[in-house]
């Protein structure tokens, strides 16, 4: 199984500033036929179910703010909030949809400072 | 607005049995893979199961694999979810969620309380 890492557990951040959430994979999860890695990143409100945010690393799905990114390569993944707004404090998961069983992380926590 | 709605959660005692299902609309419910995907209270999340378009291929956790049972009815828009010899540690909210060709898993149901107790 691929085993997803992410840091930190928690995160404290100032309205406007940058945050940065780390996500590393134990093998790799690059689709060869499109040569672009299988990770997705996920936010989760409270009462909510999860809403995707970035599929293929750093494709933005639709309706998302463009102050958040994804990056990376290989193993090691980054979801950035350019500007935190009140409204993103949430908790963000990546997942693996290369191979079964498709693995999450165990989840960022994100709050305002 | 593209939905999927969960039902058939509820409390069942420890070896008790439950059938979860997921109902799509406004979208071709028959061209896309599904999965269920579940979170104990204030954990995170665990993939549970996966079945493709036309049923032809299916995996599992290895936590649920031999007591549950996926399948889904194209003609009837739904998806299942046979969940028997169930444990306390299945206690969870069970979403439904859709993979389309973005791969990851875009359109998600609001989930089902499922609670293991005697």
């Known amino acids: 199984d691929i085993v997803m890492t992410q840091s930190p557990d928690s995160l404290t951040v100032s309205l406007g500033e940058r945050a940065t959430i780390n996500c590393k994979s134990s093998q790799s999860v690059l689709h060869s036929s499109k040569n672009k890695n299988s990770l997705a990143w996920y936010q989760q409100k409270p009462g909510q179910p999860p809403k995707l945010l970035i599929y293929w690393t750093s494709t933005r799905e639709s309706g998302v703010p463009d102050r958040f990114s994804g990056s990376g390569s290989g193993t090691d993944f980054t979801l950035t909030i350019s500007s935190l707004q009140a409204e993103d404090v949430a908790v963000y998961y990546c997942q693996q949809y290369y191979s079964p069983p498709y693995t999450f992380g165990q989840g960022t926590k994100l709050e305002i400072k | 607005e593209m939905q999927l709605v969960e039902s058939g959660g509820g409390l069942v005692q420890p070896g008790g049995s439950l059938r979860l299902s997921c109902a799509a609309s406004?979208?071709?419910?028959?061209?896309?893979?599904m999965n269920w995907v579940r979170q104990a209270p204030g954990k995170g999340l665990e993939w549970v199961s996966y079945i493709s378009s036309s049923t032809n291929t299916i995996h599992y956790a290895d936590s649920v694999k031999g007591r549950f049972t996926i399948s889904r009815d194209n003609a009837k828009n739904s998806l299942y979810l046979q969940m028997n010899s169930l444990r306390a540690e299945d206690t969870a909210v069970y979403y439904c969620?859709?993979?389309?060709?973005?791969?990851?898993?875009?359109?998600w149901g609001q989930g089902t309380m499922v609670t293991v107790s005697s």
């Open positions: 969620a859709t993979r389309t060709e973005k791969g990851a898993f875009d359109i």
């Open positions: 406004e979208f071709t419910f028959s061209s896309y893979s």
